[in-house]
C-alpha cells in the first residue's frame, strides 16, 4: 500500500519557503541557498520539495455591481451640482494661488474667510462661522 503525500494549500507552501529561506540564512548562514529559494515562486518550491498544492475547495462569490439607474431629472441635477462644485473650487483656486510662505497672517486669515464663505455658498450646512448668527440678527435690526 502506496502512501498517500499530504497536500498544502499555496498560504501554507509560502510559509514553509519563507522558513526555508530564514532557515539557509539564520542557521546555516547559506546566503546563497537563501537567494536561490527567494528567486522561485511558491508553486516551483513545492514542485521542487515534492508537495503537492490543494486547490482551494471553498469558493467566494463575489456580489456583482448592480447597474446603476437614474432618471433624467436627477442626472441633471448631479450636472449642476459638479459645475456649482467645480466653480466653488475655482473660486478657491483663485484665492489660494497667490499665498505663499511669505504671506501675512491677514492674508491668510481673509483668503480663509472667503474660501468658507465659498463652501458655505454650495453647502450652507458645511462649515458654520461662529458669529453668524450674530451677524444675521443685527443685520434684522
Keep these: 500500500m502506496s502512501k498517500q503525500r499530504k497536500t498544502y494549500t499555496s498560504t501554507q507552501i509560502a510559509g514553509r519557503q519563507a522558513k526555508a529561506i530564514r532557515m539557509a540564512r539564520e542557521i546555516r548562514h547559506d546566503e546563497d541557498r537563501a537567494a536561490e529559494l527567494e528567486a522561485v515562486t511558491p508553486e516551483d518550491y513545492a514542485q521542487e520539495r515534492g508537495l503537492l498544492i490543494q486547490n482551494p475547495t471553498t469558493h467566494r462569490s463575489k456580489a456583482m455591481a448592480q447597474e446603476a439607474t437614474i432618471d433624467e431629472d436627477e442626472l441633471e441635477d448631479l450636472e449642476a451640482d459638479a459645475g456649482d462644485a467645480e ?39 458645511r462649515f458654520v462661522i461662529e458669529g453668524d448668527d450674530d451677524d444675521e440678527e443685527e443685520d434684522e435690526e
Aim: glycine share 2%; aromatic share 6%; no cysteine.
Design 87 to 125: 466653480d466653488a473650487l475655482a473660486e478657491i483656486w483663485e484665492l489660494v494661488v497667490p499665498l505663499d510662505g511669505n504671506s501675512l497672517k491677514s492674508e491668510l486669515v481673509s483668503a480663509s474667510d472667503e474660501i468658507t464663505s465659498i463652501i458655505n455658498k454650495y453647502d450652507p450646512d
